[in-house]
């Protein structure tokens, strides 16, 4: 298992309410709660940063062929 530390952090009384209401459905701690959600938050975080960083790509890959196609139609006139 991953070695845990301690993390504090200041949040509002509501959401902390609604945070413990939910664990407890759940049958998990607080910590694991929360645990999950700034693990699936960090996922859709670097899901969306690979997806951004994948249009770039795509965009740079498509200019570049469309330059390597005018340098090509020039060579042949």
Excluded: C, N
């Excluded at 049958?27 to 960083?53: C, N, P, T, W």
């Amino acid at each position: 298992m991953e070695d845990l530390i301690s993390f504090s952090l200041r949040i509002p009384k509501s959401l902390a309410s609604s945070i413990e209401v939910t664990a407890r459905r759940l049958g998990v701690s607080k910590s694991e709660y929360a645990r999950r959600a700034m693990e699936a938050f960090e996922q859709r975080v670097m899901h969306d940063r690979i997806a951004e960083l994948s249009h770039q790509l795509a965009a740079h890959s498509e200019a570049a062929s469309r330059t390597m196609d005018d340098s090509t139609a020039d060579a042949l006139e």
